[in-house]
């Protein structure tokens, strides 16, 4: 697997997403995101995606430029209809104009619909964090299919359904969590795939409801299983009170539909601290906290406690100076798409 720089990976991505259609801003933040996530860790979310994005954009499911429209407002809330967008551009947007409301207003909240995928959610609540604020995000893929099966069902019901919750602090790393309400998300059993790797136990289930740890299994009838494992309930719980956030309370309603089509929902929320406590003793005391936490002793066969963030903090630091590896199969698809568009030797992609 190649180890590749991220500010050259970030090329890359916004070079072939302009190649293939989308405005170069646009173009940008998409790829910023998606190797933000391959920083952070999580490769199924990185730039693993922009092939998948390309051809979404090629079948129309991805409208690049589409336009930004707030279709119903108050001082704290807002109805986003991104009409198709990226959902990064179109989240990110979104994001921004909650804090402003909420510099005046201590809290506001905002449904979105009609978006693609929006990657890895952390993104979007670690923006309120930097301005001083505790963000929450919850998503959904509307009507598009399923992968995640109800509690003690075999076949799939829901969607991965993922909430993250990001707050200030004085820590070297954020403190945030980013979860999806699955056992694992879907692009980890991708990547998998990619990779040609089984995967762990409890994650899937195949067509016939038995346990497998064959990623090809995901697709071919079988079912994500809910967070949880033994106590799934908790996790169906989660992705319950998700889709109905996200999917009912944006109208994307539930089930499936025959397009397929990706159709990202989302519930946010941003709260202002200083509207409770002064922020500066609150990102103290985050910070106090969490210490306090990773004073704990190990239990055996540990090593450290760590914060939740902690890690992603740790990998970023350590792949922003080492490179990140790409999967050779990732790879190959962005050289063929580089070659289509005559951008191979440039890319420094060229076989």
């Not at 999967?327 to 440039?346: F, M, Y």
Request: glycine share 12%; charged share 20%.
């Amino acid at each position: 697997m190649p180890k590749v720089p991220a500010d050259r990976l970030i090329a890359i991505g916004q070079a072939l997403l302009e190649a293939s259609g989308a405005p170069a801003e646009e173009a940008g933040i998409v790829a910023r995101h998606c190797v933000g996530a391959n920083l952070a860790g999580h490769d199924s979310h990185g730039i693993i995606q922009i092939p998948t994005y390309i051809d979404r954009m090629a079948a129309g499911h991805i409208v690049p430029g589409a336009p930004w429209q707030v279709v119903q407002e108050t001082p704290t809330t807002m109805v986003v209809d991104g009409h198709w967008g990226f959902g990064y551009v179109v989240t990110e947007r979104t994001l921004k104009r909650l804090i402003e409301k909420a510099e005046t207003a201590n809290v506001a909240a905002a449904t979105v619909f009609r978006q693609g995928h929006i990657g890895r959610l952390a993104s979007y609540p670690l923006m309120a964090a930097r301005a001083g604020m505790i963000g929450l995000i919850t998503a959904d893929s509307g009507r598009a299919p399923k992968q995640v099966a109800p509690f003690g069902g075999r076949e799939p019901r829901l969607g991965t359904n993922p909430i993250s919750i990001a707050v200030p602090s004085d820590l070297d790393g954020p403190l945030f969590i980013d979860m999806a309400t699955s056992a694992a998300a879907a692009g980890k059993v991708s990547l998998a795939l990619a990779r040609g790797t089984p995967i762990p136990e409890g994650w899937v289930i195949d067509a016939q409801g038995r346990p497998t740890t064959d990623p090809r299994q995901l697709k071919a009838g079988g079912a994500l299983l809910p967070l949880g494992g033994g106590e799934g309930y908790k996790g169906y719980g989660l992705a319950a009170m998700v889709e109905i956030l996200s999917g009912l309370l944006t109208g994307l309603g539930f089930g499936i539909e025959p397009t397929g089509r990706h159709n990202d929902g989302c519930f946010i929320a941003v709260f202002k601290v200083d509207a409770f406590r002064p922020l500066a003793t609150f990102r103290r005391e985050v910070a106090e906290f969490a210490r306090y936490l990773k004073s704990t002793r190990p239990a055996e066969g540990g090593s450290e406690v760590y914060y939740p963030g902690e890690i992603e903090h740790l990998r970023e630091r350590e792949r922003r100076q080492n490179g990140i590896e790409v999967e050779d199969a990732t790879w190959g698809k962005l050289r063929e798409i580089a070659e289509r568009h005559g951008l191979a030797e440039r890319l420094g992609l060229a076989a």
